[in-house]
């Protein structure tokens, strides 16, 4: 019989006015599963002789082909299960664009790499710190915050445009503040419309976003010397980690691209 560890108890024998047990710890698997010496032996199931061994005097291990067979079967497994999580990680990705507030048109196109992308490639390929996009119409600002909203998922990205937050009810403000606590890239375009916004609500949602070790993206159709107009608050918040001042020059593209 065995205890609850699984020891052998054998037979009680009296010893005095108590009775004693002794205890016999279970054999090791390798002396259970008894393996012979190498031998001359047949695979019944590819029909070869081979140098192998006998498990538990019968199973015989170590033919070639069945080891080629398993090794391939062990790749097939580990290739499926990559597939599965590649699939998975992009229904994840294409989950957080959808939801992080670009417009349809936007998440479904593809940006072209002008001379002011490549001038700030950069931060698409590493994003560390705070930025500031400045320029004229059409020279691909919002194209280059789409673009960081793509290749940033894993900070559950999230685009605004400055006048969506001007018109929130208290209610959805309230919402809103609670539906950004994992948000870690916070991008706000057409900063122009900055103003709309009340200030008690824009230094509460910064403040929030500030603690979560949130990186923002301000964008708009102004100059860099708009950033002296911002409030106390934002502007201290948007240096604190780094500020880089990103000015998109050039022709407006819309045009361009409508006319060729």
Known sequence: MENARGYKVRKPRLGGASVMFEYEKPKKVAEVAKVSEVMLLKCQKHDIEFEGKLLLGKIPIGCPKCKEENEKLARDMEAQELKKKEAELAEI?????????????????????????????????????????????GTGKTMFCAELVKRNTHRYPRYFCACDLAYLTNSKRVDLLDRLKHCELFILDEISDIGLIDESFLNALIDKLYNNDCIFVFSGNVSKDFLNGLNTKVLSRLNANGLEVCEFKGEDLRIKNKGA
Not at 95 to 104: A, D, I, M, N
Not at 106 to 115: N, S, V
């Open 93 to 137: 990705v294409e989950f957080r664009v959808k939801h992080s507030g670009l417009s349809k048109k936007l998440i479904e196109t593809k940006a072209k790499y002008t001379k002011n992308f490549k001038e700030f490639s950069q931060h698409l390929m590493s994003l560390e710190k705070n930025l500031f996009l400045c320029g004229g119409v």
